[in-house]
């Protein structure tokens, strides 16, 4: 019994110990950024491009992209399918669904397919394409 006292005892110092800091000691010795730290600063030359080179490389990227707008049909290549959807790659910065009950007439549909579809919305509350393929084949 007195090895418990003397656990109790060690356990409520540690507590009242860990009471007595404040927050604003835990905030005050947290580091803090340097506010003339340098973003563009590379010592070892891996990225230093010309605002010219930026540009350009900025542009080669979005070119990647296909440009989709809402009322278009388009094609895309099946990439999934599963109980609820099939995701369709189009080109865009994101995969496209549609419904699997819209594929009811085709059962042999697989990965790797093409299917036109018709875009509903370029982008949804969740950054996802909605597609149609009952509207493109209207």
Excluded: C
Aim: net charge negative.
């Amino acid at each position: 019994l007195q090895g418990a006292d003397a656990h109790l005892t060690e356990k409520e110092t540690i507590e009242s110990e860990a009471d007595s800091v404040s927050i604003e000691q835990i905030k005050s010795s947290l580091a803090t950024p340097d506010q003339d730290f340098d973003w563009d600063a590379d010592d070892k030359v891996f990225g230093n491009y010309s605002d010219a080179d930026r540009k350009k490389f900025e542009e080669m990227y979005t070119d990647t992209f296909n440009q989709i707008t809402q009322g278009e049909i388009i094609s895309g290549i099946v990439v999934s399918i599963n109980n609820k959807d099939v995701v369709l790659n189009v080109g865009f910065k994101s995969d496209g669904l549609v419904s699997t009950s819209e594929f009811r007439d085709t059962p042999d549909l697989k990965i790797g397919d093409s299917v036109d579809v018709f875009v509903e919305a370029p982008e949804d509350a969740n950054g996802q394409l909605i597609l149609s393929r009952k509207r493109a084949k209207t």
